[in-house]
């Protein structure tokens, strides 16, 4: 819950050469207190069928900086095992997973909540502050 001291993160991940939210992704959630504060570590969770994380941890008072760590590897290992025989031959030299791991950071400002989705493909990903 926010609070006019906390802010709130929620997320979610669309895979985007799909069209379908991304399952079973593990997501890290740390926070600061400062731009020149350590990273602590809240929790972690991973995505629900709906691409969501509906139990990361509340933000402490007077967090100033989130970071999202989404551990993408191993569901785009297992969706690429599952797609093998559609994969470009020019690709099949790179790494088996381009990126392993997206790390988001962002400020926050105490009462206001923050969503932030990933939007992930086998070689892209984005995000933005959603609603």
């Known amino acids: 819950m926010t609070t006019s001291t906390t802010a709130s993160v929620s997320t ?6 799909v069209g ?8 890290r959630l740390a926070a600061r207190l400062g731009r020149d504060a350590e990273w602590q ?3 972690s969770s991973a995505t629900d069928a709906d691409g ?4 990361l941890p509340a933000l402490p008072e007077a967090t100033t900086h989130v970071r999202l760590d989404f551990a ?3 569901y785009l290992e297992e969706k690429q095992a599952d797609a093998q025989q559609d994969a470009p031959a020019n690709r099949d030299s790179g ?12 400020a926050v ?7 932030v989705p990933l939007l992930l493909n086998p070689f892209g990903y984005s995000v933005y502050r959603g609603s």
């Open 52 to 55: 969501r994380c509906k139990d």
């Open 41 to 43: 570590a809240l929790g």
């Open 12 to 17: 979610h991940i669309l895979d985007t050469s």
């Open 109 to 115: 400002v105490p009462g206001e909540h923050y969503h």
């Open 20 to 27: 379908r939210p991304a399952v079973g992704v593990a997501v």
């Open 72 to 74: 993408v590897e191993p």
């Open 95 to 106: 790494p088996a997973v381009f990126f392993p791991e997206v790390a988001v950071t962002f």
